[in-house]
């Protein structure tokens, strides 16, 4: 019999958790809600909030809204949001990441300090919603890299200070740490603040050990998700047969022969009752055709 296996420890982030436990805390009280762009990226979670009632909007649709209530999500907002907010008497339920939200003040302190000379960084993916609100605790003036083939674009005779989106590749921070401090005017200031968040950081090394005790991997994540791609590349490096799928309906079931163990594990944005349900789908096609 093949043995099937969630990973306990993967699963939502306590940011997550917070801001859906917030979301559904406002929906049990019968009143409209919006959320602020996808409360997480994960469609399956997203229409089962809907389903209760949130109704997910854009930033140009808030700019319109009056007279409503709002939740923010885990991924933080720029300060503009607050302003449009208090113009328009919109009631902000604020479900930002504490990890988020203490990284928005450092690099806001630092971009108020008012040195033209100094180059804000930020280690993350352009456009993401949580680097959006980073940049704009700097009117827009931060640099984003995303990888450490970017690096090339600073100027090193320029002071430069290093932050991170928190659910970056530390392995790859470290990396881009390295080749500025090679690069940089020996005359310059060079500081950098490692900003990754713990908890997503520390799931790697039992991911990579969670992948490579199974034959077949399955790695639940919405496919916007930027630390499920992240994650799922960690499963790749010591199992090439990981497979990234959103739903039971993704699954490739010619994947299933020939295998003894198969492993089901996800991001910080993919919820444990979708994985249980993956793991039940599996199960039961493994006992229809005696696998």
Known sequence: MIKVETDKESGFCFGVVTAIKKAEEELTKGEVLYCLGDIVH???????????????????EFAKLQNAKVLLRAHGEPPETYHIAAENNIEIIDATCPVVLRLQKRIKHEFMENDDEKQIVIYGLKGHAEVLGLVGQTNGKAIVIENPNEVSKLDFNRQISLYSQTTKSLDEFEEIVEDIKTK??????????????RQVANRMPNLRKFASSHDLIFFVSGKKSSNGKMLFSECLKVNANSHLIDSAEEIDTTLLHNVKSIGICGATSTPKWLMEQIEEAIKREIEAKDI
């Open 184 to 197: 940089i005017s020996p005359n310059t200031n060079f500081h950098y603040y490692d900003t990754i968040c």
């Open 42 to 60: 994960n469609s399956r979670e997203v229409e089962r909030l809907k389903e209760m009632g949130l109704i997910t909007i854009n930033h140009d």
